[in-house]
Every structure is written in structure tokens, then in C-alpha cells.
């Protein structure tokens, strides 16, 4: 292996600290379940199971700020890279998402205002909790606030930011929400830190995650990499190639640098995967690749336990299956309420080394993904 | 793939190309894969002339990364939503078919995919007046329907005969006619030679499943990658070219006897969005002497705008679909 020669500034860009993403959305990923540097989770489910949407939503929380002005946004305020080679992604949910989270904050901000006078900078944001939440037991829809704020509170004091708490204090009092006009400016200044790459062939794939290097390098504060999705080019892979060994090559190369870009880079990589084959026994696909071994069947999730009735079931190659360090297996229910169908959704997310598992319910609506 | 040619790049002389190849280094994908370093060792060519090669080859092959705020800007002034006559379906669909999305229309035989496809054509092509390109693969395509639809929808003679002209219809009956067409369209936009292609909103797919299906099945894998093929010509017609795309498909039965979109499980992820046409209630026992329209259930089954299970009535009748 040779050395490798870089500047200071690539070294910090390499190795300099990316934030946890363990605020990235705690119910969904539970603290100690969440992706370190250098992790790949996969995120597998059949079509409209909501892997795009979710992978919208963590983008969003991404690049949003953990705080604007004086609000809690709680975003990672991290860059994204967003390889999109399934013409998939849009830019109007994103945008769509975004404004809600916005709006959603400035809503709790503006609810909080008026009962922030027993604040005493000093004391730790947890008991400022408690001793709000006492003060306020009485009402019921202040009482949600509180919650709410429950979570936000914590998080913070969590990151260590208890030098905040003073400041906030002080500008609680004047408190206005901001206008239409700023909050679209700010959202497109937030916007500048995604990067999308559109990927038309699997040949430009290949070619293109080389070529990241140079913006990874460049760009510090990319701390996670999106690709909706690695299946695209399953099929397409699969028929090019002039013999059996051959056959699948430019996989293997996406795959060798992805996991390179990973490792190098300190990167979190959330990569969504359709479930394109399945094992049942009626698919002769599957059959086929049952008899030829190709399928990995160590890697089969026992979901036993959760009931999946789509069990995840490997059909890529050994190159993918190796990256993979948490994966996450979605799941569209319809059913039918008094209103009319409904869906809820299901997402079981397993960490592959310890073999925790960790799975819960949401919906998804104009909002965005909710538990 | 590309091969390593002389004249990529200044550097790549014949000495240069030639001592490469030796080396098994054939296509810019070898190049660009393998370490900079190792290859300058193995064929002694100069280190800097290998990575200003690579420099090159990597600028020119791979996908530019755009800044989201930028990208969006362009969203925002590029999409548009074509409606598609029927009231309640543009409702489901938050304003009607998306440009630079692939709508899909799945239903049983007879269920009005086509009569959907044809009413949002004339009402795009009289309302929105913009142009459309209905590409017919199974015969379906019926200009004196068309002509009835839009004269419902116009108030003169002039305004139906004009409709009419923004109308194309192509037709092919294999996917590699198929591909071929599209690629042709894709080059008509491109050098702006054609005036119809230069306005085009909308391509019709009617349908989908006829060139498809028979290359489906069987020990292989081929009709898979052809399939992918497809999916991503139509998807980069669509996005590229900011066209609204809407694909028809069957049904097909399956676990459980419960009918589900034909083509499998890798057709099932391409459209962005689909809509499920059922016949319901009657079960289209409509006798036509009693009723002059047909009830269907349009309900939308994928979607990234709006929730998904959502459903509405509609009818066909001599106006197209309505309701």
C-alpha cells in the first residue's frame, strides 16, 4: 500500500470530530442504537414502505441548525451528501418538510414565551424543566409543551450546552416569530449545505464516488453520505458483463468505493435498499439464486420476534452485505378505520454486532414522519 | 464503457495509452479505479502525468454535485402540474400529473386506464395547451375518442381542431422500438429541430405492460436489466426534460388471489407515483341502456405529496372521465 500524501486541511477534514447523530431523531434511532462514524445503515423495505421519505427526513434533520435566532430547531447542522440514482428524490417534499420542522419549532417557541418568568440563568436546563412543569401542572396544553420541551431540554443538556441556557433566558422576553421572507431565506441558506449527485449510469456511479474524494476533502463538515438507493443498478449490473466473473463488476467497485469513502472520510452512510427479490417459494428468481448460492443465508434477520411479514431478505452481493453495520427494515400496514384506509408504518432497526434490536411505529404525513 | 482513447486528454499519448493496456488498464473505469500510484510502478509512467489524466477523466465522467439551494431554485422554476380533467383525481393527486415524475395508472382490463389517459391528454392539450405525445403500444389509442373528448371540452371547432394538433401519437409494439423512440425524443428536444418537441408536457405510455411482459419469466435475468433499462429512459425523460410521464399497467393476481400491478416486485419501485383504477359496486354489470356513465374507484396507492390510501369516485361517460 502506498502512502498517501494530503495537506493539513484534508487530514482535519478526515479525521476532524463529526457531531453524534444521536439527536438525529431519538425515536427512531434510540441513543445507543445510533450510527457512528464509519457505520452503513441500510434501510430496506418493499415499494412505498417510506425508505425515500426517511431518508428526507434525516436529511432534513441534518442540515438543519440546532438552534436559529433564539430557537430550538435541534437539527445536527451537519452537510449531506445525497446520491440520488433513482430519480427518486424530491426536492419539493424536502423543502415541504423542512418549513414544517421550522414552523413546528417556531410554534413551540412562541408557546413558551409567556410563562418563562421564574427563569434563573444559573441552574441546569433539566430542573429548569421540572420546576416549569410544576408551575404549570394545572394546565393541560402547557403541559404538552412541556414535554416537548422535556425532550429538547435533556438533549441539550446532554450536548453540553449549558452555557446557552443564560442567553435564552435573557431573550425570551422579546420574542417575535419571523416573517415569511426570513424563514425562506433561511431555509435555502440550510439547503446549501446538501449536495445532491444525480446518477444516470452505473459506470457514472462508480466514476462519481471516486470523484467525491475531492468535495470530501474540501468540505469538513460532510459528516453523512445518502444514496437512495444501492439496488438501482441491481439488475442492470447483473446482465452487463462478458462472463460469469464479470458479471456484477461495477458492484463491487460502487461498493469498494463507498466503503472507502465511509472509512477515510469518518462518514455515517444511510442507504435505502428495495427489497427487489423475495424468498418466497412461488418467485422463481429467488429460487434461482437460492440454487446458485448467491443468496447470504448467515445474513437473514431472525425478526421473528416482531412479526415481519417481509422478512429482509439478501439478494445483493457479499461486498454490500459486509458494509452493512445497522439495518433497518420498514414496513407499510393499511388498514381500515372509520375514516377510511389509513397506513401506519413499522421500522425495526437492528445494530448487526451486538444483534440489539430496536423496532416502533409512525405514520407519515404532511409533517414528515411521526411516532 | 468508454475505452481509454488517444486525444481524452492532452497527456494521453499513444506511448501512453500503449503501456497502459499492457497493464490491463483498458476502460476509463479501470483507470479511474485503480491507485494512481500502484499504475505508475507498473507501467513507469510519470506520476504526475497519471494523476492530471486521472483529474481529467474524473471532472468529465462523473455526476457534478449541485447545491441544494440551487437545485431547488431550479425545482421551483422547472415543475408544473398538468391537470388532468377529472376534478377529484387532481385533488388526489395534489393538482394533477407532476413534471419530471413517472405517474402510473395500474388497473384490470377494462377499467378505463385508457379513457383516463386520453381525457388528460385533451385536457392538456386544451387547457394547459401544451403539447403531448401518446405513445400506443397495444392499440388502444382511438383519435375519433380523442376528437369526442376534446370537442367536449372546447367551446369551437377551431379550439378542437388546434387541440387536436397538439396530439401525437407514436406507435411501437416492442421495447426496443420503444427505447429507440424515446431516445429520439430525447435528441429532438436536444437540438431543438422540431418545433412539437420543443413544447412537449406530457408522454402518454399506453401501456407499459405489452412491451414488457414478454420479456419477462423464464431462467433469466436479461428481462430484469431490460426493464431497468426502460424504467430509467422514461425516469430521465421525465427528469431531465421536465415532462410529466404517465405509464398505464395491468393487474395480475397475486398471494391470496388479491390482484396486484403487473411486471413484479422491480417495476413496483420505479413510478413515483400510482394510482389504482378498480371497478367497484356494480362490477361493471352497467347495462348501457339505464346508465350513460360508468363508476370507478380511483385510489392512490404511492405517493410522496399526499397520504397514500386516499380514494374517489369517478365515472367515464362520453366527456371522458369526469367527477
Redesign the interface.
Known sequence: M?AISETGAQLFARLGEKPSLARLNPKLIPPGLEPRPGDVVEIYG???SGK??LLLNLAAMC?LPERWKTIDIGGLGTSV?FIDT???F???????LLERKVAEAIDNRTKRKGRIGDHDGGTSSTTHFNSECANQKDSDSNKETCLQQNVNLNLHSASCRTTETADRSIDEAKFSPPSEEEVETFL?????????????TS??L???L???E??LASQCDISVLMMD?VS??Y??D???GDGAHRQGV?QK?AF??LSRLVEDYHLVLFASK?????K?P?N??SL?LDSTGETDHSNRTSTTSVKLSTDHHEFMSQEWTKLVTHRMILE?H?HMTSD????SYLSVLKHKASGNMYSCQFI??QQGIRV | MSLLQVGMCPSMTTEVLKSLNTCDVKTVIDFVTSDTEELSRKCSLSYKVLSSIRRLLLAQYSAFPINGSDLYDEVISTVAYLSTGCDSIDKLLDGGVYTSELTEIVGQAAVGKTQFCLTLASCVAVSSEQNVLFIDTNGGFHASRLHDIIAHKSTSEKITSAALQKVHCATTFDLYGLLDLLESIKASIDSASEAFYSSLKLVVLDSVTAVLAPLLGGKHSEGQGMMVHLARSLKSLAADYSIAVVICNNMVRGERGEPKPALGRTWLTVPHTRIQLRADGKDGNTSRNTETSINRTACLVKSQRQAVNSSCCIAIGDQGVYG
Request: glycine residues 4%.
Open positions: 502506498a418493499n415499494s412505498g425515500t421519505e442540515i451528501v433513482d430519480h427518486q424530491s426536492m419539493l417534499r424536502l423543502f415541504a435555502k441558506a440550510c439547503l446549501k449545505k446538501l449536495y445532491m449527485v444525480k446518477i444516470a459506470n457514472q462508480v466514476i462519481t471516486h470523484s467525491l475531492s468535495l438507493s438501482a443498478f439488475w442492470v447483473r446482465m452487463k461495477n467497485l469498494g468505493a428495495a427489497a427487489l427479490v423475495t418466497q412461488q422463481e428468481f434461482r407499510r393499511d377510511g384506509p389509513n397506513s407519515i404525513d
